[in-house]
């Protein structure tokens, strides 16, 4: 009875069916993975993302969010960037915090994975980071704005003053 079974069109089908989605479910995770980069440069709340044959990454999320590796990072609805092995070059949407200050990382960069080390071209300086931060899809909270959240920042300081 099994054997007649595994011997049918209908489970050559389902069988055809499952490997069809299993290789369509894979992640931009994966993605990253597969181009020398840690899975946990995006979060784990990315909803889509287009990856074109240029090298042109689009990743959609459900909404702008904050996260923190070293510092803290936030990531706009929309990130795009020139993904290639091992770099996601002229990247937009995603900005980190650096002493009170928030500045758009432009370029992500895996030279040597043995050094362990992944640097992050914010503008006005380079900053190598460990690879160990970037290991795990981070969770990412919704946040309102950015905008909104700088001015919460000013009125913190204009209150110590
Ligand atoms: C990204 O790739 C596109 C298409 O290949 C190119 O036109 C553009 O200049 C690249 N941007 C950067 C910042 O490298």
Redesign the pocket.
């Known amino acids: 009875m099994a054997i007649a079974f595994f011997n049918t069109p209908f489970f050559t089908l389902l069988l055809f069916f499952s490997l069809l989605s299993l290789s369509l479910s894979s992640s931009i995770h994966d993605l990253l993975k597969s181009k020398g980069l840690p899975a946990g440069l995006l979060p784990s709340e990315v909803k889509s993302f287009t990856f074109y044959e ?3 990454l689009e990743v959609f999320l459900n909404a702008p969010c904050l996260t923190k590796y070293e510092n803290r990072v936030y990531f706009e609805r929309v990130v795009t960037a ?1 993904l290639t092995y091992g770099s996601l ?2 990247v937009e949407g995603l900005q980190q915090e650096e002493l009170f200050v928030w500045l758009p990382v432009k370029d992500i960069i895996v030279d040597d994975p043995s050094s362990g080390l992944i640097l992050f071209d914010i503008g006005l300086a380079h900053k190598q980071l460990s690879l160990s931060l970037f290991e795990d899809p981070p969770h990412c909270k919704p946040e309102g704005g950015l905008r909104n959240h700088v001015r919460k920042e000013k009125g913190f300081f204009e209150a110590l003053r």
Do not use: C, D, E, K
């Open positions: 240029n090298g042109r020139n070059i002229g």
